[in-house]
């Protein structure tokens, strides 16, 4: 029997991307048409960006607690949160949580390991790229990073919010992402983590400057390893 599977959302797009892909890959392992059991469950975004524009990253813990305890309470055996930027609020959240979490950083953290990755360009939210979730995690695993400069950071934080969010995707926003991750390949990165779980929608790994960690569909196949693994 699969472990039933919760995910905390916060923007549509991505968690919808996240679960689609659980539900599309699982069949490889369960069978024609099968997935585990997934419940999710999403607080409108706007309460969020209301508390991260604030830096009250207790508040975001709260509301993904709130989330949290409705999926234990639907029967979700472990939680996962397609949303990078929210994960600095994670320690706070999980401490108090009626069930385990796995933490989207850690996912990619290993993945990088795993292929012999030293140094990786983080692209996101501005709070994201300047935040302590992949900084912290990836030290543990002596992988370094780079993120963009404060012009494109604040560029990228506008696509993602404006067009991506929405499920917008434009060649001038793949075009210039490209652009930023070639800069960074430039400054030795050898790979970029696409660390707010909407870019998988705009950037092609086929013509992407670097090999690209898509945090969302890592995320989802580690939830998919959970889910049919023992114990």
């Not at 991307?17 to 706007?46: D, K, V």
């Not at 813990?61 to 234990?72: F, G």
């Not at 991750?181 to 970029?192: F, H, K, M, P, T």
Request: aromatic share 6%.
């Amino acid at each position: 029997m699969a472990k039933h599977i919760g995910i905390v959302a916060c923007s549509a797009e991505g968690a919808a991307l996240c679960y689609r892909t659980l539900c599309a890959e699982a069949s490889e392992s369960m069978g024609t048409h099968n997935h585990p059991e997934i419940t999710m469950h999403t607080l409108p975004l706007a309460e969020y960006m209301l508390s991260i524009r604030w830096g009250n990253w207790p508040r975001v813990a709260e509301l993904m607690r709130k989330s949290v305890r409705i999926l234990a309470a639907a029967g979700a055996d472990f939680a996962i949160c397609p949303d990078n930027t929210i994960h600095q609020a994670f320690g706070q959240a999980a401490r108090e949580s009626p069930i385990p979490w796995l933490h989207i950083a850690e996912v990619v953290a290993e993945e990088a390991r795993d292929r012999g990755y030293e140094r990786l360009g983080i692209m996101g939210t501005k709070y994201l790229m300047t935040g302590p979730v992949y900084p912290a995690m990836l030290k543990e695993h002596a992988i370094g990073c780079e993120i963009p400069l404060q012009a494109d950071r604040e560029r990228i934080d506008e696509i993602i919010f404006n067009e991506l969010v929405y499920g917008r995707v434009t060649e001038s926003a793949r075009l210039y992402f490209n652009e930023v991750i070639g800069e960074l390949a430039g400054r030795g990165c050898d790979a970029v983590v696409l660390g707010c779980t909407e870019i998988p929608l705009l950037v092609d790994p086929d013509d992407c400057p670097l090999p690209c960690l898509d945090s969302t569909r890592l995320l989802a196949r580690a939830a998919l390893k959970k889910a049919l693994g023992p114990g």
